[in-house]
C-alpha cells in the first residue's frame, strides 16, 4: 500500500537526504556545469526540510510504502513580484522517486497531493521547473494538465 502524505519529524530523515541526493545526481546530468552540490552538506539538506515541516508555507510531500519513503517532492507557496497579475503561485522545487517504484503512479499521486496543499492555501496555479532534456519528466507533467510556461535559455560567455 502506498501512503502519500507530509513528511513529519518521526520519519526517517536519512532515507529524504539519500533520496534528494539522488535528485541532485540525476538533475546533474541535465546541467552538469550548473550546480554544485560538493559544498551542500547534509545538515543542509535536512535542515531545509526541518524547515518545511515548520513552515506555513512549505511543505515535503512524501511517497510511504511499507513504511519506507519511496518518493518526495518539496513544494512552497511563493510571493509573485507586484506587477504580475497573480499574486502567489505554487512551486514545486523537486519531484524524486526511487527508482524501483518508478511509473507506478506514485509521482502523480504526489503531484496530486501538492495541488491539494495549493488549494488549500488559496493557490491557484503552481510552476514546476525541469530539464527540458528530461523528456520522461515532461511527459508526466503535460499527461498531468500542466503545459509550458516559459523557456529559459542558459548560454556562455
Do not use: W
Not at 97 to 109: P, V
Not at 125 to 143: I, S, W
Amino acid at each position: 500500500m502506498i501512503k502519500i502524505r507530509e513528511l513529519s519529524p518521526e520519519d526517517d530523515l536519512k532515507s529524504v537526504l539519500e533520496l534528494c541526493k539522488e535528485f541532485f545526481a540525476e538533475y546533474q546530468i541535465h546541467h552538469k556545469e550548473f550546480f554544485d552540490t560538493d559544498n551542500l552538506t547534509d545538515s543542509d539538506i535536512i535542515g531545509r526540510f526541518r524547515e518545511a515541516m515548520h513552515s506555513n508555507d512549505s511543505a515535503t510531500i512524501v511517497a510511504i510504502i511499507d513504511g519506507a519513503i519511496a518518493g518526495y517532492a518539496s513544494i512552497a507557496v511563493r510571493e509573485q513580484p507586484r506587477f504580475y497579475k497573480i499574486k502567489k503561485v505554487g512551486v514545486i522545487s523537486a519531484l524524486m522517486i526511487k527508482k524501483e517504484y518508478r511509473r507506478r503512479g506514485i509521482a502523480t499521486r504526489i503531484l496530486n497531493e501538492a495541488r491539494f496543499y495549493f488549494r488549500e492555501h488559496g493557490i491557484k496555479y503552481y510552476t514546476f521547473y525541469t530539464a527540458v532534456t528530461n523528456q520522461a519528466a515532461v511527459r508526466l507533467y503535460e499527461k498531468m494538465g500542466m503545459s509550458p510556461l516559459h523557456l529559459s535559455f542558459i548560454g556562455e560567455t
